[in-house]
């Protein structure tokens, strides 16, 4: 019997037969989709007294969120009621002859407006991921005849 004892641990030095492996490498990626959204609050002039108005400003914010590294460029249609042969934006009424004439910029400039004006372009962006915020300006440069409502519709889009 003493002879099992010293051979028992032996069997544990025996080499052991080695299981079978096999391997394989894959790939992980993803398909990232430049996207942008936009959203504009709208434009809302206090209420006008004819006999007060030289040059009346007000302004809304843009809000503009993409994809970060995406290029931005906007465009802003002359809207529903741009004169038709001129295309400067317009106010209307129900009735065809109450109309306003108003301009947009894209900063706020007293001493050069027209080289503010939304219709000279816009610089392009180039989105870092974040929401960013644009202020976007409105001057009617004169007074309204009598009381009544004005408004307009206006498209934005984003070019990327």
Request: with cysteine; aromatic share 8%; net charge negative.
């Amino acid at each position: 019997m003493r002879c099992y004892f010293t051979l028992f641990p032996a069997l544990f030095l025996l080499p052991v037969q080695a299981e079978t492996t096999s391997t394989t490498t894959f790939q992980v990626g993803a398909q990232v989709q430049s996207g942008c959204r936009v959203q504009a609050d709208d434009l809302r002039f206090p209420a006008l007294d004819e006999a007060g108005v030289e040059r009346l400003n007000t302004s809304a914010l843009l809000s503009v969120h993409c994809t970060r590294g995406t290029y931005v460029g906007m465009m802003l249609d002359q809207g529903q009621n741009a004169h038709p042969e001129t295309g400067v934006r317009q106010l209307a009424g129900e009735e065809a002859q109450s109309v306003l004439g108003y301009r947009l910029q894209h900063q706020k400039a007293e001493s050069a407006p027209a080289e503010t004006d939304w219709e000279n372009g816009l610089p392009m962006l180039v989105s870092d991921g974040k929401r960013q915020a644009l202020t976007l300006y409105g001057e009617l440069a004169e007074a309204p005849n009598g009381s009544r409502f004005l408004s307009d519709t206006l498209t934005i889009t984003l070019v990327y």
